[in-house]
C-alpha cells in the first residue's frame, strides 16, 4: 500500500511539475513579482505512521492476554457445562495502543535557479509514542457437581506497570520544485526529493502477576524488558504546494504529500530481568543482557485444547542466533499535511 501510493504521487508530481514549467513560460512576466534567489521555509503538520513491526508490541500483549486467559478460561467454562465459573475485571483505560500518526516538524532552504525552478536543502524530524495500562484481575471457581462445595478457587492478577514504545526519525533531503503563478498572490508548486532516514526506536515493559489459590499458596513474578535501537535507510517524498504571498518578503503555504522513509537495519541493546516468588520455595532470578544486537521479528504457532493462535512479535538477538526469525522493518511512511512559513532574500 505504502509503496503504491509513492508510486502513485510520483506519478502524478512528475507531470505537475511539467505543466508547471510549461505554464510559468506561458504567463509570461505580468504576475510575477520581484525575483528572490534564496527562500526558507519552516514547517509543522499531520502524517498518517503505521510502523507494522513496532506496533506488534501492543498486539502481542493484546493476543497473548485473550488467548491464554479469557480463552482458555471459556473453554473450562463451557466445556464444564456450569460448574467451572469466572469473572474478569479490568481496569478502565485498560488497552494496548499502537502508533497511529505523528506531527513532523521541519525546514528547508532553496536556492532559485529562475522564477520556475528550485533546489532545496531540508530536514525533516518526527517522533511518536505509545504508552498503555493494563491491570486486570481473574476470580475462578470450579465446584463438585452437586454445587455444594468449591473445591478450587484462584485468584490472578496481572498487570503492566509501565508499557511504552516509541519511535525518532530525522531526514536530511535534497529536492527539485518546479511552481507557476496562480493569480498575483497565490503560487502553485510541485516537487520531489530524496534523503536518507536517520531513526531509532526502544521499548520497555514491567510484568507483575500474582497468583492466589484458596489452600493458601501464592506466587508473583516480575519481568522486565528494555529494547533499544537504531538504524539508516532511503527516504523519498514528492508532493505539491500552494503558496499565498503576504509580503515581499514573507509567504505562508500549505502542501502535502507522501514521504516514504523505511529502514531494516535496526541493531541495537536488550536487557532482560525476571524474578519468581512463592510460598513453597526461594526466589528465581534471571537477567540477561545483549549489546549491538539485531532486531528481529519472532513467529510461532501455538495449539492448546481452546484453539491454535499465531503470535509474532519483535525480539532482539544476537548475531549468531538471527536462524528462524525475520527481519525488523521500522516504518516511517506515511501521507502528510503541512503549513509553513516562507522568508524571501
Known amino acids: 500500500m505504502k509503496k503504491a501510493g509513492l508510486v502513485l504521487l510520483m506519478g502524478i508530481s512528475l507531470p505537475i511539475i511539467a505543466s508547471i514549467s510549461a505554464q510559468a513560460q506561458e504567463n509570461g512576466d ?43 478460561f471459556e473453554y473450562n467454562k463451557t466445556r464444564s457445562r456450569g460448574f467451572y465459573t469466572y469473572s474478569q475485571s ?12 505523528s506531527f513532523p516538524l521541519g525546514f528547508r532552504a532553496k536556492v532559485n535557479l529562475s522564477r520556475t525552478f528550485s533546489l ?40 503492566y506497570s509501565r508499557f511504552r514504545f516509541a519511535l525518532r526519525g530525522w531526514t536530511p533531503m535534497v529536492g527539485f ?34 497468583t492466589s489459590q484458596y489452600f493458601g499458596f501464592q506466587q508473583s513474578t516480575l519481568s522486565f524488558i528494555e529494547r533499544k535501537g537504531k538504524g539508516m535507510g532511503p527516504a523519498l ?70 484453539g491454535q493462535r499465531n503470535f509474532s512479535y519483535p525480539t532482539i538477538r544476537d548475531k549468531k542466533y538471527l536462524e528462524g526469525t525475520d527481519p525488523f522493518k521500522l516504518d516511517l511512511s506515511g501521507f502528510q499535511i503541512k503549513a509553513g512559513l516562507s522568508f524571501n532574500f
Open 30 to 72: 505580468k504576475l510575477r513579482p520581484s525575483f528572490r534567489r534564496f527562500t526558507v521555509e519552516i514547517f509543522g503538520g499531520f502524517s498518517s505512521l503505521a510502523p507494522h513491526d513496532l506496533n506488534l508490541l501492543a498486539d502481542y500483549e493484546s493476543a497473548y492476554m485473550d488467548y491464554y486467559y479469557r480463552q482458555s
Open 90 to 101: 479490568l481496569i478502565p483505560g485498560s488497552g494496548f495502543n499502537r502508533i497511529a500518526h
Open 120 to 159: 532545496s536543502l531540508g530536514l525533516a524530524y518526527l517522533s511518536q509514542s505509545a504508552s498503555s495500562v493494563y491491570s486486570v484481575q481473574y476470580d475462578i471457581r470450579d465446584q463438585d457437581p452437586d454445587r455444594s462445595t468449591f473445591y478450587y478457587e484462584n485468584q490472578q492478577q496481572i498487570t
Open 177 to 210: 520544485h518546479a511552481r507557476t503563478r496562480l493569480i498575483r498572490r497565490i503560487t502553485l508548486e510541485g516537487y520531489i526529493a530524496a534523503g536518507v532516514l536517520f531513526a531509532d526506536c526502544e521499548s520497555v515493559s514491567e510484568i507483575s502477576s500474582k
Open 237 to 306: 517524498e514528492a508532493g505539491g504546494q500552494m503558496r499565498m504571498e503576504l509580503t515581499k518578503r514573507f509567504d505562508v503555504f500549505i502542501e502535502g504529500s507522501y514521504a516514504y522513509r523505511r529502514t531494516r537495519d535496526i541493531s541495537g541493546d536488550y536487557k532482560y530481568k525476571y524474578k519468581k516468588e512463592d510460598t513453597n520455595s526461594d526466589p528465581i532470578e534471571t537477567a540477561v543482557s545483549y549489546e549491538d544486537a539485531i532486531w528481529r521479528i519472532y513467529k510461532y504457532t501455538v495449539n492448546n485444547p481452546w
